[in-house]
């Protein structure tokens, strides 16, 4: 009995630190998670305010020269919002695969660590009977 609470302990204090890795690692996709979102937003701002313009006219260049500027540059900003948009969405997708696979996995180790537990205490509640 005193052996299988040893192994019991062992295996608890293996999952609880493999639960302290998860948490550590779900932290840091959050994190890189929030900052793509928080960037995809930013050049969101960023793209509305250089297409709209609120009285009609190009601003401070004026209009034949903003119409210029903007013509001169219109392909390679295009080409450029793509590319970007693209890098965005396959980071944020990646980001929310890594929080799901994450998360599903400190489930199971927060399982895991619940039966060992529930072992524990039963292993306990057992060995004072027999003393």
């Known amino acids: 009995a005193e052996s299988r609470s040893m ?3 062992r295996e ?3 999952i609880q630190t493999r639960l302290e890795e998860v948490e550590e690692d779900l932290n840091d996709v959050m994190k890189k998670y929030k900052a793509a979102v928080q960037q995809v937003s930013d050049l969101k701002i960023a793209h509305a305010v250089r297409t709209t313009n609120p009285n009609g ?3 401070q260049s004026g209009e034949a020269g903003g119409r210029r ?3 001169s540059r ?3 900003w ?3 919002e793509i590319t970007t948009r693209q890098r965005l969405e ?3 997708a990646r980001s929310k695969e890594q929080v799901h696979r994450l998360t599903s996995e400190k489930e199971e180790i927060n399982m895991h660590k619940l039966t060992i ?3 524990g205490s039963a292993n306990a509640y057992r060995s004072s009977f027999e003393r």
Do not use: C, I, Y
Request: proline residues 4%; hydrophobic residues 35%.
């Open 78 to 80: 295009k080409a450029f």
């Open 57 to 59: 006219r190009q601003a």
């Open 74 to 76: 219109g392909p390679n």
């Open 69 to 71: 500027h903007v013509n």
């Open 117 to 119: 537990d529930e072992l």
């Open 90 to 92: 396959t980071s944020l």
């Open 12 to 14: 608890k204090t293996d």
């Open 7 to 9: 192994q019991v302990l």
